[in-house]
Structure formats: structure tokens, C-alpha cells
Nanobody, 128 residues
Framework: QLQLAESGGGLVQAGDSLRLSCVVS????????????MAWFRQAPGKEREFVAL????????YYTDSVKGRFTITKDYFGNTVYLQMNNLKFEDTATYYC?????????????????WGQGTQVTVSS
């Protein structure tokens, strides 16, 4: 199985940028045997978990929720087993705990319940 560890969160002002990292460890060879999807989700206090972005491990296709298009970019270091979320022009409404997630399969899945592996989360707080 895989272990995911996020980092890079912090307290920033509106308009600032942050880069989140998700390091994947464990049975990483499985990611080359079966197709995988890596994704970022977030959950704000009192809100439901929300899909943010995904990237397929085996190609460069990406997908974003409308509210972050043009501001956030998901990338990966294929051989470094790391997924990144570059967040630019942060807004107050981006404040949330951000989670890295992974699942087998190469589909545009935005439901968190369909993801198998999760990190512990990293807090992003944007002051207005």
C-alpha cells in the first residue's frame, strides 16, 4: 500500500502563493504496474470535503474544480514520487485543510470516497 505525506501549508495573506508537496512512499512500484490517479482535496471548517485537482500518474492530463482554474497548478515528479499543488493568488475562501489522495485507475474521479490512500493534511490559512 501507499503512504502519502503533505507539507507546505501555512498562514499567508490574500494574493500570496504557496506550494504544497505530497511525498508518496510504501509500495510505489505498484504505481507503474497499475494506473493511478493523484488528487488534492480540501475541507474548510463546517464544510464538506471538496475536490480541488487531479493528475494522472501515467500521463500529463489534469483536471481542476472551477474555483481554482487559472490559479492552481497540479504537477508531479514522476521518479521522485512527489505530487505538487502550486497555489497562486490565494483567496480567503481557499482557507482549508488540504489533503493528498491516491487511487488505482485513470479516470476523472472527483468523489473523495473513491480514493483509497490519504495523507494527514496540511493547513492553509489565508487572511483577507
Amino acid at each position: 500500500q501507499l503512504q502519502l505525506a503533505e507539507s507546505g501549508g501555512g498562514l499567508v495573506q490574500a494574493g500570496d502563493s504557496l506550494r504544497l508537496s505530497c511525498v508518496v512512499s510504501g509500495s510505489t512500484s505498484d504505481m507503474w504496474i497499475h494506473s493511478h490517479t493523484m488528487a488534492w482535496f480540501r475541507q474548510a471548517p463546517g464544510k464538506e470535503r471538496e475536490f480541488v485537482a487531479l493528475i494522472f500518474w501515467n500521463n500529463q492530463d489534469t483536471y481542476y474544480t472551477d474555483s481554482v482554474k487559472g490559479r492552481f497548478t497540479i504537477t508531479k515528479d514522476y521518479f521522485g514520487n512527489t505530487v505538487y499543488l502550486q497555489m497562486n493568488n490565494l483567496k480567503f475562501e481557499d482557507t482549508a485543510t488540504y489533503y493528498c489522495a491516491a487511487r488505482r485507475g485513470m479516470e476523472y474521479v472527483v468523489q473523495g470516497a473513491q480514493y483509497t490512500y490519504w495523507g494527514q493534511g496540511t493547513q492553509v490559512t489565508v487572511s483577507s
